[in-house]
């Protein structure tokens, strides 16, 4: 049986085939047999009969309107309701016994991942797993901290670990995209504390030197790539956070050359990470356009524009007026737009138009 995401694609599908089959209908180009036309739809019919027994699917616009809105309104209610939930045990949990306190904070991460596993067996659209999900993962967060300052237990890296595990069972278990997000910036920032302590400082400084977070972004971006993870449709987002877990700290020495670890002149370390982010900003353009990655190519687009900016700036801002500083702005998006476009009609002119 097919997961949701993939029944979902397939009916995308069917309805892209239904669109062109009645342009190619109309054109006179291609005219089905009643008795083909009728075996298609009974197919077509059928199929999307057995995928929406099992999942929640959008079958039409108007179904799929309707599902952002309640993509959102889960979103809006899964915040507030870990906000409250922080609230409430920010404010009585003081007041209560010692050994109430413990059993609330261990007894509110099991049960809440009890409900999500519960609903997300007897509950198709998955909203309100995902919501339950992340209330699960406020809970776990508080529980960790919590507990530390109830045994005045010292603070340590390793609870952004247990962050990390946590919020990528949950992610799985319930195809959350924002649980997704939590758990790698955990995982980043666990990993940078690390690289941290190995260069010789304090893990809670680990964003003094921004090169801390290149492990975390290289684990990234090879992730998808010896994972198979597209029956969650997860490869994407792990790819786009890897290029930001890279490219903003490159952005920042870019900037900054004083806070990185080489040894060599500020100006020498700027100029280097400079060129080092338009390249891989121009490689991921590159890399996401070859393999139909579009998230990718809107990543390194944003970034490539960025580091462009940026220079345009230390350039001519204090030197130029301002409205010949943004008249070259635009200019050179300009020819940006030419350039992607000159790639996407080769692009098209070797593929024939193939997707």
């Known amino acids: 049986m097919l997961?949701?995401?993939?029944?979902?694609?397939?009916?995308?599908?069917?309805?892209?085939?239904?669109?062109?089959?009645?342009?190619?209908?109309?054109?006179?180009?291609?005219?089905?047999?009643?008795?083909?036309?009728?075996?298609?739809?009974?197919?077509?019919?059928?199929?999307?009969?057995?995928?929406?027994?099992?999942?929640?699917?959008?079958?039409?616009?108007?179904?799929?309107?309707?599902?952002?809105?309640?993509?959102?309104?889960?979103?809006?209610?899964?915040?507030?309701?870990?906000?409250?939930?922080?609230?409430?045990?920010?404010?009585?949990?003081d007041d209560l016994p010692r050994r109430l306190a413990v059993s609330s904070l261990v007894l509110l991460p099991i049960a809440t991942a009890l409900g999500t596993w519960v609903l997300q067996r007897y509950e198709r659209s998955g909203y309100i797993a995902r919501l339950v999900a992340l209330v699960s993962f406020a809970a776990f967060v508080y529980d960790l901290n919590g507990l530390a300052s109830l045994y005045s237990i010292t603070p340590s890296d390793g609870a952004l670990f247990a962050y990390a595990v946590y919020a990528t069972l949950l992610a799985y278990a319930t195809r959350s995209t924002l649980l997704v997000a939590a758990s790698v910036i955990a995982f980043d920032c666990y990993i940078a504390m690390r690289a941290g302590t190995l260069g010789g400082?304090?893990?809670?400084?680990?964003?003094?030197?921004?090169?801390?977070?290149?492990?975390?972004?290289?684990?990234?971006?090879?992730?998808?790539?010896?994972?198979?993870?597209?029956?969650?449709?997860?490869?994407?987002?792990?790819?786009?956070?890897?290029?930001?877990?890279?490219?903003?700290?490159?952005?920042?020495?870019?900037?900054?050359?004083?806070?990185?670890?080489?040894?060599?002149?500020?100006?020498?370390?700027?100029?280097?990470?400079?060129?080092?982010?338009?390249?891989?900003?121009?490689?991921?353009?590159?890399?996401?356009?070859?393999?139909?990655?579009?998230?990718?190519?809107?990543?390194?687009?944003?970034?490539?524009?960025?580091?462009?900016?940026?220079?345009?700036?230390?350039?001519?801002?204090a030197t130029l007026p301002k409205y010949l500083f943004f008249l070259i702005i635009g200019l050179t998006a300009v020819v940006i737009i030419g350039v992607l476009r000159s790639v996407r009609q080769r692009h098209v002119r070797v593929t024939g138009g193939a997707p």
């Open 3 to 93: 997961g949701p995401i993939e029944a979902q694609q397939r009916i995308d599908r069917i309805r892209a085939f239904e669109a062109e089959r009645d342009a190619l209908r109309d054109a006179d180009v291609l005219a089905l047999t009643d008795e083909q036309a009728q075996a298609v739809q009974r197919y077509h019919t059928e199929l999307r009969t057995a995928l929406s027994a099992v999942h929640e699917l959008d079958t039409d616009a108007a179904e799929r309107r309707l599902s952002l809105g309640l993509r959102v309104a889960s979103l809006i209610g899964a915040l507030s309701m870990a906000a409250s939930l922080y609230l409430l045990l920010e404010r009585y949990l």
């Open 201 to 317: 400082g304090y893990w809670l400084y680990f964003g003094e030197h921004p090169e801390n977070f290149f492990p975390a972004a290289f684990a990234l971006l090879a992730l998808p790539e010896f994972v198979d993870v597209r029956a969650f449709g997860f490869s994407n987002h792990y790819r786009v956070w890897g290029l930001m877990t890279l490219l903003l700290p490159i952005l920042v020495l870019a900037n900054v050359g004083e806070l990185s670890y080489l040894a060599a002149s500020p100006h020498s370390i700027e100029v280097g990470y400079q060129i080092a982010g338009f390249g891989l900003s121009a490689l991921a353009i590159w890399a996401g356009a070859r393999r139909d990655h579009t998230p990718v190519v809107n990543t390194g687009v944003t970034f490539f524009v960025i580091f462009l900016y940026t220079k345009f700036y230390d350039w001519w801002w």
